[in-house]
């Protein structure tokens, strides 16, 4: 090639000094071949007139949770969440993290996050600080970065990322602006990826129907079988004798890759609205609501959003520890409350303490 050649834009290639080395290293011939690199340009340069080419109105915030869920931790890098928003024409920004380009909230470093069963009573006493902790990371996070954004006007749209325990997506799903318009993302099990499936036009639809016909008073039970099957026999003693609700899938088998496309969650959102309706319209004097939850992470984030803290009685949100189901947040008391007491039926207190 001459130097005019050699120059042109088609065949310009422009790397940092290390990937220079790399490439350009003798022994790297047969692995950076002229096909390889031809193809590599050809994904940047496609992806980024992909990027450039959306509107401003296309932009989003990106707020990513990430925690350790029985041990199990996930990679969500910007570059992760990036893909995911851009797969579904929209190009993200970042709020910035406490360690630059790292999880906007990060919880593995939260005291107690790695918390495992057996459930004792001194680890009750550390789950409460936890949950405490965890739920003031959030909130800092909402309140000082989320927050004034949409304040300015600067923040339009919002895509989320979560990977944690189901309490506390469901906290943070209650603390996002229902003014501004959201899309929550699942993580698929099949591929470990973020990017929602296309339609394939077999998402169920989601129905709650009573299990435990009782008289109502001030607390009620509801079992969400999602992801997985909640027996009744699994339904913590003190809740027996509340009047119980279901919700699960219509005509399709509960399973962890329910989520598949986001119609699906999108079908389960309008299943919860309808049920919290029936509560407002039909069961006036329901105060709490405790919410034994097998969900996808993306649904327990909807969980939250859709609750309403002046009109929905409490949330008082279970997780599954040491083979039974343990009351440990508040959704809709004093924000982040982590549970004491509970299970107060309606003709006195009948609980537990954790």
């Given at each position: ?123 009750a006493t550390a789950s409460r600080a936890y949950y405490r902790m965890a739920t003031q ?104 004798g509340m009047r119980r609700w279901e919700i699960r899938p219509v005509g399709a088998p ?101």
């Open positions: 090639m001459d130097r005019a050649q050699r120059e042109d834009a088609d065949n310009l290639m422009l790397l940092c000094a290390d990937q220079h080395d790399e490439v350009d290293a003798a022994g790297g011939l047969d692995l950076f071949t002229v096909e390889k690199l031809r193809r590599v340009k050809q994904e940047h340069e496609d992806r980024i007139r992909h990027v450039t080419g959306l509107g401003s109105d296309r932009a989003t915030t990106v707020v990513r949770m990430v925690g350790s869920v029985h041990g199990n931790q996930v990679e969500l890098s910007r570059q992760t969440a990036a893909t995911a928003v851009i797969a579904r024409d929209r190009y993200p920004l970042f709020l910035e993290s406490y360690t630059r380009h790292g999880l906007e909230i990060d919880l593995r470093g939260v005291p107690g996050e790695s918390q495992a069963a057996p459930y004792t009573a001194s680890q990371l959030v909130d800092g996070v909402i309140e000082r970065q989320l927050r004034p954004g949409i304040t300015r006007d600067a923040v339009r749209h919002v895509s989320v990322f979560g990977f944690a325990r189901l309490p506390l997506l469901v906290h943070l799903g209650s603390r996002l602006d229902d003014t501004v318009p959201t899309d929550i993302y699942q993580r698929h099990r099949e591929d470990e990826s973020w990017v929602w499936r296309e339609e394939d036009g077999l998402a169920p639809n989601f129905a709650a129907r009573v299990d435990h016909d009782v008289p109502s008073g001030r607390e009620a039970v509801v079992l969400i079988n999602v992801s997985g099957a909640i027996g009744a026999q699994e339904v913590p003693a003190p809740l027996r509960t399973g962890p890759d329910i989520m598949a496309a986001r119609g699906c969650l999108e079908r389960f959102a309008e299943a919860l609205r309808g049920f919290f309706a029936e509560l407002e319209a039909e069961v006036k004097m329901l105060k709490r609501l405790h919410v034994l939850p097998a969900l996808p992470m993306s649904a327990a984030i909807v969980l939250g959003r859709v609750h309403h803290p002046q009109v929905h009685p409490q949330l008082v949100v279970y997780e599954r520890l040491s083979g039974c189901y343990v009351p440990t947040l508040e959704v809709g008391g004093p924000s982040g409350s982590s549970v004491g007491t509970v299970a107060r039926s309606a003709g006195g207190s009948s609980g537990w303490a954790v």
